[in-house]
């Protein structure tokens, strides 16, 4: 089935990631007729990021969506733990939060995002569009009236009253509206890995800090093996010639260890 030429709508959000979705409900849920556009077919985007917090808990329950939420597979976080130089310590404790939800819920991006879609797609003025790329926007004079868009099934237009760019850090929107990035830095960089949970290893504690260096470790619903690994600038990566990555960083026990290739990416 080819697409319309055109469509009209009174917000365009351009791109679906958790802003983009969250605003298209919560617009849709006040009787805006939206549309957010999603350039990929589906959510399905490995780490990037895991952890729903409890003041986002909390907006979901106001919501009215949390018991629908927490059906969901996901784990909860209630205290934090980390060895720090070589000790245990409490690092948090959710358990006075004037919250309903005392913790934090690990559960993929994409459940999260499929979760919101689902609460969208109750509202007839919610449009999701997947597979469905923002490339340009309309000028009208001097102000932006829609979006140009590109499908599998054709190119078309978007008028909108509103044109919304939640399209991740490379944004297009932005580019296109000759928005400048302030860049604010990053102090660190973050190398993010699959490694399998060896025997022994602490099941609460989310890192490891020494000696200038972190590690954080988590285990989100249904991944048993997943850890998450950022690492200050010191720690070394390496690649021998057997294919194995060697990941050299003050780990618990101040070991290197040691991933065959295919557990990471
Ligand atoms: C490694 C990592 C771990 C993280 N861990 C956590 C965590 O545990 N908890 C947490 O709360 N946050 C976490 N975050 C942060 C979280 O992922 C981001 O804050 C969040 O994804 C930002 O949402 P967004 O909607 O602004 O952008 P994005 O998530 O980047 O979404 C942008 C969307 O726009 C789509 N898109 C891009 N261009 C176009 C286009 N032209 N047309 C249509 N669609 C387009 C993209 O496909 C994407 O789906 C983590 C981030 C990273 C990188």
Redesign the pocket.
């Known amino acids: 089935m080819t697409q319309p030429d055109q469509r009209t709508t009174r917000c365009c959000i351009?791109?679906?990631?958790?802003?983009?979705?969250?605003l298209g409900v919560l617009l849709a849920r006040a009787g805006i007729d939206v549309i957010v556009?999603?350039?990929?077919g589906d959510?399905f985007?490995d780490?990037?990021?895991?952890?729903?917090?409890p003041s986002?808990l909390q907006l979901l329950d106001e919501l009215g969506w949390l018991d629908a939420f927490l059906a969901l597979p996901h784990n909860e976080l209630r205290e934090v733990g980390a060895n720090v130089g070589g000790e245990t310590v409490q690092v948090a404790d959710f358990s006075k939060l004037p919250t309903r939800c005392k913790f934090i819920a690990f559960m993929p991006?994409w459940d999260f995002l499929n979760f919101l879609a689902e609460q969208g797609r109750r509202y007839p003025s919610f449009h999701l569009m997947m597979e469905?790329?923002?490339?340009d926007l309309i000028q009208n004079d001097e102000r932006v009236g829609g979006v140009r868009?590109a499908a599998k099934t054709g190119d078309f237009t978007i008028a909108a009253d509103l044109v919304v760019g939640?399209?991740?850090?490379?944004?297009?929107?932005r580019r296109l509206a000759g928005f400048e990035v302030e860049n604010l830095g990053a102090p660190m960089d973050?190398l993010?890995i699959r490694i399998s949970k060896q025997p022994g290893d602490p099941p609460q504690e989310l890192g490891t800090v020494n000696d200038g260096h972190l590690i954080a470790a988590?285990r989100p619903h249904g991944m048993p093996d997943v850890r998450?690994l950022p690492m200050s600038d010191t720690g070394t990566i390496a690649v021998d010639g057997r294919d194995r990555i060697w990941i050299t960083a003050p780990f618990e026990h101040g070991a290197a260890l040691i991933a065959p290739k295919g557990t990471w990416r």
């Open positions: 351009v791109g679906g990631g958790p802003c983009g979705v969250m556009l999603e350039k990929y959510f985007r780490f990037r990021g895991d952890t729903i917090h986002t991006q469905t790329e923002g490339v868009a939640t399209d991740g850090r490379h944004s297009t929107v973050v993010w988590i998450v």
